[in-house]
Structures are given as C-alpha cells and as structure tokens.
C-alpha cells in the first residue's frame, strides 16, 4: 500500500494539492460513500481534522492536500468508476499519509472524525474503528 505514496514526487504532490478543496471533499464523500467504505471516508476524515488544526505544520498540511486531492480526482492510477479496484490506490494514498502524519492524529481528531461517521453511517462500531486506526499503525 505504501508504495502509491512512495512513488509520489514533489511535483506531483503539487499537481494534486489543485485538486483539493474543502467542498470538493465533501462532495466526493458524499459520492463515494457507500463504495469506499466507512474506513476510506474515516481515513479521509482523520486526514481532513488534521489539516484543520493549527497545530499541524505546514509540511504536514501540504503532503495532506496533496493526497485529498488525489483522493478527490476522479481519474488517477485505477479510475474510481472500477467496482471494488477502484479506490485501493485511493485508500492506500490514504493510509501511506496517515503514516506520514500520524503523531498530528490527536484524540480530538479521532472524537471528531468518529462523531461524524456516526453522523453519516449512524451508530459506528468502535471497534471497526480501533481495527482501522491499527491498520495505519502496523
């Protein structure tokens, strides 16, 4: 999963950090939510609670927006229109800068990130959660 990232440049960081808004997020949550699943929206959502913070530093911030702008453009390395393939590169885009960023991943982050599943999916199983955030972990 990790190697999405690493074959990343800076430049192409760049390229997709144009892509990122916060209502482009929202709407491509918004589209995407049953397909991607509960763990690629949570991993949106920690990434998105991180940016919003003031205490991330920018290096963090601008590796963030590069890779929700990834995760916002329809066309990148398996198209999103691909059933079930379709947001493995998404995802694991996801799980390689949460890595990157993970000590920015405050309990609040999390609190916000789950209270707005639970919004969405309605009452979350904590524990999917917890398996979600070992995931980035191990």
């Not at 913070?53 to 198209?79: A, R, S, W």
């Not at 904590?126 to 191990?138: C, G, L, M, N």
């Amino acid at each position: 999963m990790e190697s999405v990232m690493k074959t990343k440049t800076p430049t192409d960081i760049e390229r997709y950090q144009k892509h990122y808004s916060e209502s482009g997020l929202l709407k491509k949550i918004g589209r995407t939510f049953r397909k991607a699943g509960m763990k690629g929206i949570y991993y949106a959502l920690l990434l998105y609670y991180v940016l919003m913070d003031e205490n991330t530093p920018n290096k963090h911030k601008m590796l963030i927006v590069g890779t929700l702008g990834y995760f916002i453009l329809p066309f990148d390395l398996m198209p999103d229109l691909l059933p079930a393939l379709g947001y493995t590169d998404d995802i694991a885009a996801l799980v390689a800068c949460l890595k990157a960023i993970w000590t920015n991943v405050t309990p609040q982050v999390k609190s916000k990130a789950v209270r707005k599943l639970d919004t969405w999916f309605g009452e979350v199983d904590h524990s999917k959660v917890e398996q979600y955030e070992t995931d980035i972990q191990s």
